[in-house]
């Protein structure tokens, strides 16, 4: 069935670092993909997403690029704040009629000042 | 805005207890989804349905079950509580035809002691 890796954490970084969190994906047909993240005590948030292949997803100076020939959904940011601490994840859609999502396991991000 | 409302932010119940959790959303959406949210594990899709009545068995099914009277409204239902249920639950919703994100409760954490 359809899968998702992505970067196990926790990932701790100083401010104004670059960020990088790997997702890779593995599925049948042409999934859409989705970063959601996770603040402290609430739910998820839709971060961004690719509903195809070399599309680029963005909000809130973080991007990632649709990969098919490498199956992969890498989140980056070039300069990270404290408020961008949260556990982000990785996921697919498969578009089968239920849009049900597959998630990866979530990466924790803690920004130090 | 988007809106999807569980019921209890914490709830502590004890083993043997039938137990509720009620997710409701405000945007008409045809599938409705609730999934638990382990550490390592990531989000796991425990029940789905796709209109009033119907629903379908997600990964992790074994020990709940679900209703679904009104559109608008989906119940996760915990039959006879045990310890090992003890985890964040998030209520989910979104439009097959848009091809829009899924929009997420702020999740209910349960404690079974």
Not at chain 2, 44 to 50: A, D, E, G
Request: aromatic content about 12%; hydrophobic content about 30%; overall charge negative.
């Amino acid at each position: 069935g359809d899968s998702v890796t992505q970067m196990e954490g926790p990932v701790t970084l100083s401010e104004e670092a670059f960020l990088t969190i790997n997702c890779t994906y593995t599925a049948t047909g042409y999934p859409s993909l989705f970063w959601y993240v996770q603040y402290p005590g609430e739910g998820l948030q839709l971060l961004l997403k690719a509903t195809k292949a070399d599309d680029k997803g963005s909000n809130k100076g973080f991007e990632a690029t649709y990969r098919k020939e490498t199956t992969s959904f890498h989140l980056e940011k070039g300069s990270v704040q404290v408020s961008d601490s949260a556990v982000y994840f990785c996921a697919l859609s498969d578009h089968s009629g239920s849009e049900k999502l597959v998630f990866g396991k979530g990466t924790k991000l803690t920004v130090n000042p | 805005d988007v809106k999807v409302t569980q019921s209890s932010r914490y709830l502590v119940k004890r083993t043997g207890e039938k137990v509720f959790l009620e997710c409701v959303q405000d945007m008409d959406h045809e599938n409705m989804f609730w999934y638990r949210q382990d550490p390592g594990l990531g989000l796991r899709l425990i029940y789905f349905s796709y209109d009033v009545k119907m629903k379908e068995k997600g990964d992790i099914p074994e020990g709940y079950s679900v209703s679904r009277e009104k559109k608008e409204r989906f119940s996760l239902i915990l039959e006879s509580a045990s310890t090992n249920q003890t985890s964040m639950y998030l209520c989910a919703s979104t439009d097959p035809y848009s091809k829009q994100p899924q929009h997420f409760g702020d999740g209910t954490r349960l404690s079974i002691l």
